[in-house]
Structures are given as C-alpha cells and as structure tokens.
C-alpha cells in the first residue's frame, strides 16, 4: 500500500468507518485500515479548494472595482470562450461553464504535487480517466441533445448505408481511443514529471531540482490545456450539423 499523505491519514481518521460502510455495500475491493486512497484525499482536497475560491469569486465580483483573483478568472473564461467559438462555432457559449470547470480542476490537480506533502492526483490512472470519461460523456450527451439521438447516431454509420457495417465499429473503437488518449498523456506526463522531480530532489536537493520543478508547472498547464482543447475539439465534431 502506499504511504499515506497527512491529509490522507486525517480523512481515514475522521471518516474511515464512513468509507468503509460506504465501499462494503458498494463490494468494492479495499483496504479497511486505509479506505480513503491518496488520489481520493487530493481530489476532495482541491475540490474544497475550488468551491472556496469561486465563492471568494462570486463573493467580490465587481465592475468598478474588479480585484486580481476575479480579472484571473475573466481572462480563463474569455480564453476557453475564444477558443470554443474558433473550433466549435458561435453557438459554443453554453459550452464554456463546462470547458472552464474541467480545466481548472485538472490543472489544480496538476500543480498541486509542487507543494510539499501533497501529490498530483493526475499522477494516477483512475483520475485522468475519471476525467476522460466525464469529457466523453458530455459530448456525446451535447451531440444527442443538439441533434437528436437518431440523427446523431447516424454519424457512426457513414456515408453510405453499405458501409454501416464496417463504419460502426471503426466510430466506436475510434471513440474510445479517445478516452484513452486523453487519459494515457495526462496521466503519463504527470507521473514523469512527478518521478523526475523526486529524482533530482533526492539526488542534488539543492539548485539543479528548482529548474524540473519549473518544468512541471509548465507541463501541468500544458496539459491542462491539451486536454480542454482535445474535448472542445470533440465537442465541434459532436454537435456540428455536418458530419
């Protein structure tokens, strides 16, 4: 099992026999000593993080007098809106709320294993797909929604109706390697970055690791990026009239 962040072992502490009832019904495998795993703690971690901060948000917003933390969210929210209405269309506004809110989670996740004591739960596979899976979700659920299911099922179809047969498997084998991909380059970038930043503090603890430690941040919005623009560009192919 591995080692247990403070914040981990307080959760474990406080709602152990909680999580344990909670996994027993679900019959999922877990360990009864430790229920509550370290991606878990740092997911709810930079939830409540979150939910504090867009409160803060909402709580000052201001047009006369707009403070820092607000003109940081209006330039994400003008940048993800600018991006969706190049890629999706004029009609990509209800789309940013969405775009927006994954983003900002996974990019909190991301940065959050540059604090000491803490680890980016992006670094484990079940949370890039978790995350993977909500995108795929949503724009299938918008491309139905847009569409109409009959209409945007026969986008898997092809072309022509001879083709149906092997069109069909060829759409759902290429959109699940998007889940995938979208899961394999988050969760892959950031577990290196993790393990080379670790290497460098344990080998040279003073200097070189400040110059990986930089280049994990970068990646971590880097990636954050990729995968916001990814399910935009998802998102345009799902709800376009055209296919």
Aim: proline fraction near 6%; hydrophobic fraction near 55%; aromatic fraction near 10%.
């Amino acid at each position: 099992m591995p080692e247990q962040l403070p914040f981990t072992a307080l959760l474990n502490r406080l709602f152990g026999s909680l999580a344990n009832s909670f996994l027993d019904v679900l019959h999922f495998k877990h360990n009864p000593l430790a229920p509550i795993g370290n991606q878990v703690a740092m997911q709810i971690l930079v939830v409540a993080f979150l939910i504090v901060v867009f409160a803060l948000v909402r709580a000052r917003l201001s047009l006369d007098n707009p403070g820092g933390l607000q003109h940081v969210f209006e330039g994400i929210h003008g940048f993800v809106t600018g991006q969706s209405e190049e890629i999706i269309g004029h009609h990509s506004e209800g789309f940013t709320p969405f775009l927006v809110a994954l983003g900002v989670f996974i990019l909190t996740c991301n940065l959050l294993g540059v604090i000491p004591g803490f680890e980016s739960p992006t670094a484990v596979p079940s949370v890039p797909l978790g995350c993977a899976i909500v995108a795929f979700c949503y724009y299938h659920l918008q491309g139905i929604k847009r569409q109409g299911a009959l209409k945007y099922a026969k986008h898997f179809l092809g072309p022509m109706p001879a083709l149906a047969i092997l069109m069909v498997p060829i759409e759902l084998i290429s959109h699940t390697a998007r889940m995938l991909s979208l899961t394999i380059r988050l969760f892959a970038n950031m577990f290196a970055g993790d393990m080379v930043t670790l290497v460098f503090f344990s080998l040279v603890p003073v200097g070189v690791p400040i110059i990986f430690l930089g280049l994990h941040i970068g990646v971590s919005f880097l990636q954050a990026y990729i995968f916001v623009l990814l399910t935009t560009v998802y998102l345009s192919g799902a709800v376009a009239e055209e296919h």
